[in-house]
């Protein structure tokens, strides 16, 4: 199953993880190294986020490097801007029919 | 329309859930019509061009409003919305979720609550809403993102007319 980006950003260790690489693209045995972690933990948090395409990996010889990505972070606020315009177009229309009702009053 | 009135719009990413606070030029109990009872919610309850039909509404606990958000070409988005607590003015909450034409739900949905209070004569309502995924959220959009395309096309078509 495809994973949801919500359940991704919400545990705390995935989002320190996010903090971490968007400053520097790590190798999951830095962040096993850097969280205290075991690698199969790590492991287990890499894979949700790079399923819903937050983090990118990058072979750099032997060494696997994981990266932000931040186009999906991107699409993900983009996505929120366009909700919250929807109710600023809903909310005008009330302020159209509460001022017509309150004019017929 | 009064720009002075407040329009907050947040999202807590980690707790899966959006806040919107909106203040309104209107007493309470006026307000709380607007946003309880059918023939008022169908007249601003849906982003223009899409439109919202309530087909039936019971507004008191347990009861469910059925309803649909419909595009400019007349696509038609169902969903039921029950409502779990209801204290009259001032506050009630529901549970919202997409359902075919039938009126079978696709669940899981969002849990909203609705918070109203007064000041001076202007009404500030408080909602908030969580979502167990991110996904379900996403498709509170995707009604929406069907009429806005097509109004897009519509106007292609139209300069393309005039071209």
Redesign the interface.
Same mark, same amino acid.
Request: charged share 15%.
């Given at each position: 199953m495809k994973q949801?980006?919500?359940?991704a950003?919400?545990d705390?260790t995935r989002?320190a993880i996010l903090t971490l690489i968007a400053i520097q693209a790590l190798t999951p045995n830095a962040m096993a190294e850097k969280f205290d972690m075991s690698r199969q933990a790590v492991s287990k948090h890499i894979k949700v986020l790079h399923e819903c395409e937050l983090i990118k990996p990058e072979q750099c010889g032997r060494e696997i490097y994981y990266h932000f990505n931040a186009k999906k972070m991107q699409e993900?606020d983009h996505?929120?801007a366009?909700?919250?315009?929807?109710?600023?177009?809903?909310?005008?229309?009330?302020?159209?029919?509460?001022?017509t009702?309150?004019e017929q009053k | 329309?009064?720009n002075d *009135?407040l329009?907050d719009?947040n999202?807590d990413?980690?707790?899966?859930t959006?806040y919107?606070t909106?203040e309104?030029?209107?007493v309470q109990s006026?307000?709380w019509d607007?946003f309880t009872k059918a023939e *008022?919610l169908d007249?601003?309850?849906?982003?223009?061009p899409m439109r919202a039909k309530t087909k039936y509404m019971n507004f008191e606990v347990g009861g469910r409003r059925f309803y649909a958000m419909i595009s400019p070409d007349g696509q038609e988005r169902w969903a039921v919305q029950e409502f779990t607590s209801i204290t009259p003015k001032t506050n009630f909450k529901m549970y919202n979720a997409f359902a075919d034409k039938d009126e079978n739900r696709e669940l899981p949905g969002s849990e909203w609550d609705y918070n109203f209070s007064e000041q001076n004569g202007i009404t500030k309502v408080d909602i908030t809403i969580f979502?167990e995924?991110?996904?379900r959220?996403?498709k509170?959009?995707e009604g929406?993102?069907i009429g806005f395309t097509i109004t897009l096309k519509n106007l292609e078509e139209l300069l393309a007319t005039l071209a």
């Open positions: 949801d980006i919500f359940q950003i919400a705390p989002r993900f996505w929120l366009q909700f919250r315009q929807n109710w600023e177009t809903q909310f005008n229309q009330l302020d159209h029919l509460l001022t009702i309150n | 329309m009064n *009135l329009f719009f999202v990413k980690a707790a899966k959006v919107i909106r309104f030029n209107a006026l307000v607007a *008022l007249q601003w309850g849906a982003p223009a979502n995924s991110f996904e959220l996403e509170l959009l929406f993102k």
